[in-house]
């Protein structure tokens, strides 16, 4: 059973708020990160972080920010949310070991800007 | 660059039926497979992997085939259960040591 929790769970909001998204593990994973799920299913990987203090941006472009301040946390924020975020956002996590480099998912925060 | 491309959906079977869902992959080196499942409500989780040429995955009645030679990696049960339903995704670990998934193909059981 993997230890990542993503809140809130939904979110409903108006545009031009300013929303951050939570995700931690308790795994001790050194790697994280955010993909957006299309409401046609398909994921794309919008950042991802080797450690603390690390942040990479993924191969879609988002005008969300990250920040890896501790080990176990991974916040997603939008400065000023609009109607095209509304989305599907997971948040994942994985060893470091390539040898065992299998992702393990929160449960998602489904993000609704009216 | 490195790409998978998934069976498109969605499928709809019988209970007890047989399930195929293609994968095919195009990457430079050996990557690794994996299938994750998404169900209804929650995030995705690792269903099997393959991480070497003609290793064999398997869990739950599923399984899967590294196959070098045809750069596939599909998706086999040989009896549904509704329970089975589900989105499956495909996905390839790249080079950077990231995932890249597949458009996913949603499954639904009928009893």
């Known amino acids: 059973e993997a230890d990542i929790y993503q809140t809130p769970r939904y979110l409903v909001i108006g545009t031009g708020k300013k929303i951050t998204l939570e995700c931690s593990q308790t795994?001790?994973?050194?790697?994280m990160y955010w993909y957006q799920q299309d409401p046609g299913m398909e994921l794309h990987l919008i950042h991802y972080?080797?450690?603390?203090?690390?942040?990479e941006k993924g191969d879609l472009s988002s005008e969300s920010t990250v920040s890896r301040i501790r080990t176990e946390h991974f916040p997603l924020t939008l400065e000023s949310a609009r109607p095209s975020h509304t989305s599907q956002y997971l948040c994942?996590?994985?060893?470091?070991?390539?040898?065992?480099?299998?992702?393990?998912f929160g449960p998602g925060t489904r993000l609704t800007v009216l | 660059g490195d790409s998978v491309t998934q069976m498109e959906g969605p499928v709809t079977l019988s209970e007890e039926a047989f399930l195929t869902i293609n994968c095919t992959y195009t990457a430079t080196g050996y990557p690794s497979l994996f299938w994750y499942v998404q169900y209804p409500g929650e995030g995705l989780q690792l269903l099997l992997k393959a991480t070497k040429a003609d290793d064999k995955g398997s869990n739950k009645g599923f399984e899967a085939t590294y196959r070098k030679e045809t750069t596939s990696f599909h998706l086999e049960k040989g009896s549904v259960q509704v329970s089975d339903s589900a989105v499956y995704f495909c996905?390839?670990?790249?080079?950077?040591?990231?995932?890249?998934f597949g458009t996913g193909t949603r499954l639904t059981v009928i009893p």
């Open positions: 996905a390839l670990l790249t080079g950077a040591n990231n995932l890249f």
């Open positions: 994942a996590s994985s060893p470091w070991d390539i040898a065992t480099d299998t992702q393990y």
């Open positions: 972080s080797y450690g603390v203090n690390s942040t």
């Open positions: 795994m001790g994973h050194d790697k």
